[in-house]
């Protein structure tokens, strides 16, 4: 059975950086992407890490934050800087196999305030 979860969400003040990590289990992937939602918008993409090590990133966060893989905790990583308050939202991790399948986490909060 394949598990997703995300952890490493909180409250930060603005200007300042959380690294928030995807863990999952049960099947191999090739891509494994983040996503985010705020409060009355629609899902947007954060970043995506290939299985060959090739990266994209949205525009919505471009420039503050870098996905990598964790080889000895076997995550994938999303490091975000210079956070504002309208980073706000719950990200969420995206994975999908070699055959097509995608799975989704529960999303971890981050709350960006003084």
């Known amino acids: 059975q394949v598990r997703v979860v995300e952890s490493g969400g909180g409250l930060v003040q603005p200007g300042g950086s959380l690294r928030l990590s995807c863990a999952a289990s049960?099947?191999?992937?090739?891509?494994t992407a983040w996503y985010r939602q705020a409060p009355g918008k629609q899902n947007e993409f954060i970043a995506r890490?290939?299985?060959?090590?090739?990266?994209e990133y949205g525009d919505s966060m471009k420039g503050r934050v870098t996905i990598s893989r964790d080889s000895p905790k076997n995550t994938v990583d999303l490091q975000m800087n210079s956070l504002k308050p309208q980073d706000t939202a719950v990200y969420s991790c995206?994975?999908?196999?070699?055959?097509?399948?995608?799975?989704w986490g529960p999303g971890t909060q981050v709350t960006v305030s003084s």
């Open positions: 049960g099947v191999g992937f090739e891509l």
């Open positions: 995206l994975l999908r196999t070699p055959l097509g399948t995608t799975y």
């Open positions: 890490l290939y299985s060959n090590g090739a990266t």
